[in-house]
């Protein structure tokens, strides 16, 4: 969260700064939906073999908020920032062990999980193409991963993440539309408490429509 509060400051300056050389300064809405595609893999003391696999994908909209700056030759830097959150899917199952020595140390019960994508901050760079209006587009997302579980005596934590994107738009004077993929590194998280080990992986990517409004 540090290095994300930080690179915010950092891009606000810079923006803010390059509005001296007498270009634009937009301030906006983006509106957006698409597809999250989500693979991940659980495993059970440590063991290959003792390993669950799922793979997941959500249909998700949202919106977002964004400043940038625009130079006189079109190019633009920006920040965007996503108050929602992005469901990546969750999971349950059932276990049942009797092959423990006491009831307490048996291996059963139900077993859920969730994943969601929150505080989603995109530091960005525009390109014209010299297409029509047509423009391109890459850019760095930071995010957190928060958890949600249901698991006998153990917890998944949240992590902190990072990414890219790549984008192709059209400009329509205020408003613009682009396609978007996105995708994000690989979440690791070791469930703590209980008295066996967990670990879950997974790796998400995003692919989507995104509608812009310059006030």
């Not at 934590?157 to 613009?176: C, E, H, M, N």
């Amino acid at each position: 969260m540090k290095n994300k509060i930080t690179a915010i400051i950092a891009s606000l300056f810079l923006i803010l700064s390059f509005n001296t050389l007498q270009a634009e300064t937009n301030f906006g809405i983006s509106l957006m939906t698409g597809q999250a595609e989500t693979s991940g893999s659980e495993k059970e003391n440590g063991s290959a073999d003792d390993k669950n696999t799922k793979s997941v994908k959500e249909t998700f909209m949202g919106g977002s908020l964004y400043l940038e700056h625009v130079s006189d030759n079109g190019v633009a830097i920006g920040i965007d920032y996503v108050p929602l959150e992005v469901e990546l899917g969750d999971g349950k199952r059932t276990d049942s062990s009797s092959g423990a020595d006491s009831t307490s140390e048996a291996d059963t019960g139900d077993r859920k999980a969730s994943a969601s994508l929150e505080n989603l901050i995109t530091l960005y760079a525009s390109f014209p193409l010299n297409v029509g209006d047509l423009y391109g587009k890459v850019g760095y997302h930071m995010v957190d991963v928060t958890t949600s579980e249901t698991l006998p005596n153990a917890s998944y934590g949240d992590d902190d993440i990072t990414g890219f994107q790549v984008a192709l738009g059209k400009s329509f004077d205020r408003t613009k539309l682009e396609i978007f993929y996105s995708d994000f590194e690989e979440v690791s998280l070791t469930a703590t408490g209980g008295s066996g080990s967990h670990k879950i992986e997974a790796d998400a990517d995003v692919l989507g429509l995104k509608l812009s409004i310059d006030f």
